[in-house]
């Protein structure tokens, strides 16, 4: 039920491909490193509304997410790491990320809080 086609959204997802290690202007290395990103790709799930109180709770209350999202694709390939796109489009900064992740033999339930991110 929770994933009749009636209910589903165009979701796109980046994982990390990569990483590289930051330089300062002498040309040595800071210790940091800068993520990359994969090209958005498309799915569809079912996105709810924004969570408010204690009710459904499939990840416990000590998680801190604003949302889930239901995929009748178990076989998704994404990650803790992951950022999506849902209330914007891709040519802009993501604004959620993955903050846990339930599989099950028929379906994966994606626990996602709102960030803001700056170019």
């Not at 009749?4 to 002498?26: F, P």
């Not at 009710?55 to 801190?64: A, V």
């Not at 998704?76 to 339930?102: F, N």
């Amino acid at each position: 039920m929770r994933t009749l086609s009636r209910n589903l959204r165009t979701v796109y997802y980046s994982n990390v491909s990569g990483e590289t290690a930051l330089t300062d202007d002498n040309g040595y290395y800071t210790g940091e490193y800068e993520l990359s990103m994969s090209t958005p790709v498309a799915f569809k799930g079912n996105v709810s509304p924004a969570m408010g109180n204690a009710y459904e709770s499939p990840f416990g209350m000590t998680e801190g997410y604003d949302k889930v999202i239901v995929c009748d694709n178990p076989l998704l390939p994404i990650t803790d790491t992951s950022v999506l796109w849902i209330d914007h489009s891709v040519s802009e900064p993501y604004d959620y990320v993955v903050v846990r992740i339930a599989r099950s033999i028929n379906f994966i339930s994606i626990a996602i809080k709102r960030v803001d991110v700056s170019e």
